[in-house]
């Protein structure tokens, strides 16, 4: 079955500091990978995504990496603020034509003052 | 912006009967989807739909039913509700089934007792 591995599973990092999410999975079919932020209460909602042909894809204080040699992804927020503190899901998609997402276990981050 | 209301919030039921949760999108997507909330395990695919009157099995269907009678509602149907369906369970939608974001519910929590 189609798997993304997500790590950490918590991460506490002071105000100001660099948070580092990171993926990885196995199937050589998966080609777009969207991260999704979802605070308390509420449904996830598309953060930045990257397709496989990139290597880098920014927005803001959020980067995501991709390495298709490895098969590894990450976000990378700098300035990390308070309001950043929620979970945090990668998520892969194939090229064979389906519907599906498969998402990691996520991130639960939590940045303090 | 999109919006994707979900029905009920929170629901508790006995064990072995039917749960009925509903979804309804104002997006004008072709593209609906059910998705359980486990932790550790993410976010996981139990039914899709792409057109009315159509529903497709995603990773983890069994347990459970899907009706689209329209575009815009999507509902999610337990017959016989067991203690391992408590979960927190999200709709979405998107555009296309492309990649295309997806746009989630604000979730229904429900407990299986």
């Known amino acids: 079955q189609q798997q993304v591995r997500q790590s950490p599973q918590s991460l506490t990092v002071w105000e100001g500091g660099t948070t580092v999410l990171t993926c990885s999975y196995e199937?050589?079919?998966?080609?777009?990978f969207p991260w999704y932020q979802q605070f308390p209460g509420e449904g996830p909602a598309l953060l930045i995504s990257?397709?496989?042909?990139?290597d880098k894809k920014e927005d803001g204080r959020f980067t995501t990496f991709f390495n298709k040699r490895e098969k590894k992804l990450s976000l990378h927020i700098i300035d990390s603020q308070p309001g950043d503190s929620a979970t945090y899901f990668c998520a892969a998609r194939d090229n064979t034509g389906n519907y599906k997402y498969v998402f990691g276990a996520g991130t639960r981050l939590k940045v303090i003052a | 912006e999109a919006a994707v209301t979900q029905s009920p919030r929170s629901k508790v039921a006995v064990t072995g009967g039917k749960v009925t949760l509903s979804c309804h999108q104002t997006n004008n997507h072709d593209y609906m989807y059910w998705y359980r909330q486990d932790t550790g395990h993410g976010l996981r695919l139990i039914h899709y739909s792409y057109v009315a009157d159509s529903t497709e099995k995603g990773d983890i269907p069994d347990g459970y039913k899907a009706s689209r009678p329209s575009q815009e509602n999507f509902s999610l149907i337990l017959e016989l509700a067991s203690l391992s369906q408590t979960a927190v369970y999200f709709c979405a939608s998107s555009a296309q089934g492309g990649n295309e974001r997806l746009f989630f519910g604000h979730g229904t929590k429900l407990s299986v007792l």
């Open positions: 990257i397709l496989s042909v990139s």
């Open positions: 199937d050589s079919t998966f080609n777009y």
